[in-house]
């Protein structure tokens, strides 16, 4: 992605929920080039309420710089309300992609070069990658805090049907089960993924990725 566009720094970057506790974590970085150290260090409470607040009212890219790319700056515009980043970096462009993924939380994908270069039709293939790159680095995160133990196959099986809308019985006639092992399967499961009945176990296995 950094490639396409021409960037020397990219940063990826794990945002609070909220303007209230404002916090940025960086994930992933890779600094090179001249004054990626004052970006990094300005990921500060600032810099998230000012992410958050844009990210409240668009998810249109947010620019800092392209005084010798006007181009950039009116491709991301076509994308909706274009926001400033509230950096210090002298000589730099800078472009960085809101993602919002719900109960996963708030991401960022930031790049950082002395002559970014793109078109509309990049922009929005960058934006798309971004969410999808976010989506696996914020689940990743979350399935690292919880504590569980590993559903196994049948477990995962007999929770994806039931999250497909399928009851006990009808489990059971696909999965050449009786009933009695298909809703001990389900209560395991439910029991592993710390919830108190199928509904939320179903919702719970969906956030962490294990069912589609």
Known sequence: MAEALGAESRFLLRLSPNAARAATHCVLSRCAGKGSGDIATGFN???????????????????HGFASSPDLNGCASQMGEVGCLPVTAEGLDIIAFPVKLG?????????????????????????RRSFKVMKLLLMLDIREAAP??????????????AGDGLKSEAIADRLELSVHTVNAYLGTATAKLDSVNRIQAIAKAIRLGYLA
Not at 103 to 127: K, P, Q, R, V, Y
Not at 148 to 161: A, F, I, P, S, T
């Open 45 to 63: 409470a600032r810099f998230s309420r000012a992410v958050i607040g844009h990210m409240e009212r668009s998810l249109a890219p947010l620019i």
């Open 103 to 127: 109960g996963l939380g708030n991401g960022l994908t930031l790049f950082a070069g002395e002559d970014l270069s793109c078109d509309a039709e990049m922009l929005l293939n960058l934006h």
């Open 148 to 161: 569980r133990q590993k559903l196994n196959e049948r477990e995962l099986e007999c929770l994806q049907l």
